[in-house]
């Protein structure tokens, strides 16, 4: 690439030394037959016009490879400040982890390339950190109202960060399958297309969410608030959904056929399930 550039410049600087010594003749030879001063004026006045174009060239020119300079010591600057953001996220300090999340959250806008590395860096992040809890073990049933939510400080930041991101065409899909995701609470969550498969989210609370197309295979979603949710083409297949509260919810052609615990009484107050398959059908 270098090598075909060097080429193109070399190319051009010939063309416009050609031109600005042969040019006047070659554009007006007929009438620069003879030696007269009106001549010489047409002649000085064509190269002037040239040399001035070859150094606003040059001048462009300069401004691109300024330009791309820039651009590669700025995408420098981005890999560093990942690496460095991601050696905190490996540290015994909580402080640490919390400022390498937020450290990449800030990546996650600045930079549109790395931005797919930091939200799966993210999501591995919480999936490492906040496993769900096995079967059988304690707390992997329904928490009591009075027990605060056993996520981590750093996973739940590090939830929050993904909840609260702008989409764009070129996020990738997500994984948060296996996550202990207890007791949560995020308005207005960016949570399309994420796969929750054989997570716990009980008592979690997203009012407003985008949750479309979310995938919750075999989910614990007890006493989960859905308020004003768009869970519009979600799958539910074997997922736990006792108590689960659907106010002014959107479940628009979603599929709960083997879901568990949904009753037809708990989606009187969900603002339409059009399309939706239940159990009882």
């Not at 193109?8 to 600087?13: E, P, T, W």
Request: hydrophobic letters at 40%; one cysteine or more; a negative charge.
């Amino acid at each position: 690439m270098k090598k075909r550039y060097v080429l193109l410049i070399l190319i051009a600087v010939t063309a416009w030394m050609c031109l600005l010594i042969w040019g006047p003749w070659v554009v007006d030879g007929d009438r620069l037959t003879s030696i007269t001063p009106g001549a010489g004026a047409a002649v000085n006045g064509f190269r002037t016009a040239v040399a001035a174009i070859g150094v606003g060239a040059a001048a462009l020119v300069s401004l691109y490879f300024t330009h791309a300079s820039y651009q590669l010591n700025r995408s420098a600057q981005y890999t560093e400040r990942f690496a460095k953001s991601v050696e905190l996220l490996s540290s015994e300090s909580e402080v640490s982890r919390m400022g390498g999340i937020y450290a990449l959250e800030r990546i996650m806008k600045d930079s549109p390339y790395d931005r797919p590395a930091v939200i799966e860096t993210l999501a591995s992040f919480v999936r490492n950190v906040s496993p769900a809890p096995e079967n059988g073990s304690v707390g992997a049933g329904r928490l009591a109202r009075t027990v605060e939510s056993p996520v981590s400080n750093p996973a739940r930041a590090a939830f929050e960060v993904i909840c609260r991101r702008n989409t764009t065409k070129d996020d990738p899909k997500i994984d948060l399958r296996g996550c202990d995701l207890r007791g949560m609470y995020c308005e207005d969550a960016n949570l399309a297309g994420v796969d929750f498969s054989n997570s716990h989210l009980g008592q979690s609370h997203f009012p407003r969410a985008d949750m479309r197309n979310a995938h919750f295979m075999r989910t614990k979603l007890y006493d989960v608030w859905f308020t004003e949710a768009d869970l519009s083409g979600s799958g539910f297949p074997e997922a736990e959904m006792a108590g689960c509260m659907f106010q002014n919810a959107v479940l628009d052609g979603a599929n709960l056929c083997v879901a568990r615990g949904i009753t037809e009484d708990s989606l009187q107050i969900a603002k339409s399930y059009e399309g939706a398959e239940f159990p009882w059908m």
